[in-house]
């Protein structure tokens, strides 16, 4: 995406955050317009505990894939998952993370990552905030009329993330003519 | 995959195997020929230590989609990890193989999972077998003139194993008349 550098032109630009789970993976689709975030989608896509793991890959591939396709995002930002003390689980979230950052690298997306402290501060203000907090926050700022599902409102939570991190640095950036992409410069 | 029931008719079978990693993943590529194992092509791809770890995902996506397109095979089979005791390296290693999984899923491939005890077991005889004698194995079983790197060795005990595993469950059921797909009826 280039950034336009001519001033009060907004160019809309169309973000999908990622909340990853083994079991269920939270998407949200935000627009940014100007100043403005506007809801676009948010929902899960669920993998059938006990299922083959090469089953649940698929219904994430195929999933994803589909989001991408539905709403053409022109970026995405996923949630770094911390670390777990049950290896086995850490292991299986890392398997579905691969499947996630495939689907996406597929799609063509440049992808940024956040931890779930930077969401927490770039949303709520605090680090420490709870799903509800989260939750709070994401109907506030996007004036939803209902509460999303934690997943989704996980995973809005982090394309907001993205909007704030990035914009602020297409602010400066834009400014001097640069071009950015995925929040980074092109 | 159908099996041919007409007795006496060696029906040529194409096997990947995958031995995963985050920094190196082997591959070795067999063909079955009635109780013939023929050895076709072997090699590692390796990702950039310290790469952006959507880089490392889009190295070995693009790597196993070319070895799908060059060598064509009917079925993969791909070694479980162990978990390890370090949190961060298990995340890692989950996210290369779950980006692995996906391209073969995505290259339309049957997949079975087989744990390096049962490799081994499969392979060399037991499964306390170190590096040197899978390597040694994969030699003497396929008549190779010369020694593969490690990680390309491991992928080719995969597919000798799966090729073992299935071989067994074929001529079971290939007296029954039944299909199987990927080792297992289908």
Redesign the interface.
């Known amino acids: 995406m280039v950034v336009s550098t001519t001033p009060g032109l907004a160019v809309p630009r169309r973000l999908l955050g990622i909340d990853p789970g083994s079991r269920v993976t939270g998407f949200g689709v935000i627009d940014i317009i100007g100043q403005q975030r506007v809801y676009v989608a948010s929902g899960c896509i669920r993998t059938q505990p006990g299922a083959p ?2 089953d649940r ?2 219904t994430l ?1 195929d999933g994803l894939s589909e989001v991408a396709a539905a709403y053409l995002p022109a970026e995405a930002a996923v949630e770094q ?1 911390f ?3 049950n ?2 689980a ?17 799609a063509g997306l440049p ?1 940024s ?1 956040y931890t779930a402290l930077q969401v927490k501060q770039s949303v709520v203000g605090h680090g420490k905030a709870d799903k509800t907090q989260v939750q709070h926050m994401v109907v506030r700022l996007l004036k939803l009329s209902g509460t999303p599902q934690a997943d989704a409102a996980d995973a809005l939570a982090v394309a907001l993330c993205h909007a704030n991190h990035s914009h602020a640095a297409i602010a400066g950036f834009a400014r001097d003519g640069l071009r950015i992409r995925g929040g980074r410069l092109a």
Chains 1, 2 share one sequence.
């Open positions: 793991l090469t890959i698929r591939l998952v670390v777990n003390v290896p086995k850490t292991l299986m979230l890392g398997q579905a993370r691969g499947a996630i950052l495939s689907a996406l690298v597929l992808i990552e």
